[in-house]
């Protein structure tokens, strides 16, 4: 009976579940406040609070419980027996293949990307999410700062809260739970890719980055689509952040300025049309064709 549960019903089931982990997040950090008040490790609650929102810890924490931990619990009630085929935990040595295939894709989109950042820039959206960007990149360098202070243990645990923790959560979230459950809703998944890819951009309330993210919401979509595994994702979605991660590190730690660091690349047009061109064509060769390929294999 719950394998007929509506895929609307399901989604909505993790919403409430992501809502569940938000409140329950918003209650330890308020027991934790209440905590430090009584046994006089703080007075100054506005200092406490900032040092907390500005945790790489209390970041990798609040991943796990509001997007890995209700796309577990949503796969234990409505997918108990079938679990692995839900969130697509498929290791075999082609999903590694795939994912090298992923990143190679991936990397061929950079002028792109550059371009879509310089069109990003020229856009205006408002006063909130230009203070949201700020907060958003100011968390970010922070982190990085802090992190470089550690030395190398520092650079390691910046890896693992910036690149390891976010990979795996959010494919998690907006692939196997939010972009799966919407394609079986509306029965449609390139629609479901274009929303979730809205969805994945707009919630990290970055609109400075916005297209750049979308695009890579989209590539993240269709290689999870075709692929049918988590890996290629998670390790896409890794060495996307791992590279960011420790290029802001050395940059830090040799004295480079946040605004060369954001300096876009100037490409010429040309690259920039024949790299998106080949990643294309090297996603249509990797996923497209191979998984029609598959499809007509006949059945054994």
Not at 71 to 91: N, Q, S, T
Not at 116 to 145: P, R, T, W
Not at 245 to 271: D, K, M, R
Request: glycine share 6%; aromatic share 14%.
């Amino acid at each position: 009976m719950k394998k007929k549960t509506s895929p609307f019903v399901q989604l909505l089931m993790l919403l409430l579940l992501t809502a569940g982990g938000l409140f329950g997040l918003i209650i330890l950090l308020f027991v934790y406040l209440f905590v430090s008040v009584l046994t006089g490790k703080t007075e100054d609650l506005s200092d406490l609070m900032m040092a907390m929102t500005s945790s790489m810890g209390l970041e990798s924490i609040s991943s796990i419980i509001m997007m890995a931990l209700p796309v577990y619990l949503l796969a234990l009630i409505f997918y108990r027996h079938e679990m692995r085929d839900f969130m697509k935990l498929y290791f075999d040595g082609r999903k590694w293949l795939l994912a090298v295939a992923a990143i190679a894709v991936y990397a061929l989109l950079v002028p792109f990307d550059n371009w879509l950042m310089v069109c990003n820039d020229k856009m205006d959206f408002g006063g909130f999410f230009a203070g949201s960007s700020e907060q958003y990149y100011d968390l970010i360098y922070g982190q990085i700062q802090s992190a470089t202070e550690k030395g190398v243990v520092g650079l390691l645990l910046l890896i693992v809260i910036l690149a390891v923790i976010p990979a795996v959560c959010e494919e998690l979230f907006f692939r196997v739970g939010v972009q799966q459950l919407m394609g079986k809703w509306l029965k449609n998944n390139h629609v479901a890719i274009v929303i979730t890819a809205l969805i994945f951009s707009f919630v990290h309330l970055d609109m400075s980055g916005f297209l750049s993210r979308f695009v890579m919401g989209l590539v993240l979509g269709y290689v999870f689509y075709y692929s049918r595994s988590i890996v290629p994702n998670v390790m896409l979605h890794f060495v996307n952040n791992a590279v960011y991660a420790v290029t802001y590190y050395v940059a830090f730690c040799n004295g480079t300025s946040i605004q060369e660091l954001e300096e876009p690349w100037n490409i010429h047009w040309i690259v920039t049309i024949l790299c998106t061109a080949a990643s294309v064509a090297l996603f249509w060769f990797c996923f497209v064709r191979q998984n029609k390929s598959a499809e007509e294999l006949p059945a054994e």
